[in-house]
């Protein structure tokens, strides 16, 4: 799965700023994307839930989840 086929270009940026040795356009397995998942989960619970950026996260693991390729 590509995160390109999940999330659009704007989303990845902000996400990447925090979980930069993710690619855009490359091929994940799918154990991979289950530690994308886990390192937004992580990310989420650092930034807290309640603030701007951690309402988008929750967003962001709520659209990866939702995903029929997930």
């Keep these: 799965m590509k995160l390109n086929s999940i999330f659009s270009s704007s989303e990845f ?3 990447n700023k ?5 690619e855009y356009t490359r ?3 799918e154990d991979e994307i289950d530690i994308f998942d886990e390192e ?7 930034l807290g839930y309640e603030t701007s950026l ?3 996260i929750s967003d962001m693991i ?3 989840r939702s ?3 997930y």
């Design 13 to 15: 940026e902000k996400i």
């Design 54 to 56: 951690g309402i988008f």
């Design 40 to 46: 937004l989960e992580n990310l989420n619970q650092e």
């Design 18 to 22: 925090y979980l930069s040795k993710w």
């Design 67 to 69: 995903n029929p390729q």
């Design 27 to 29: 091929e994940y397995s």
């Design 62 to 64: 709520y659209k990866l």
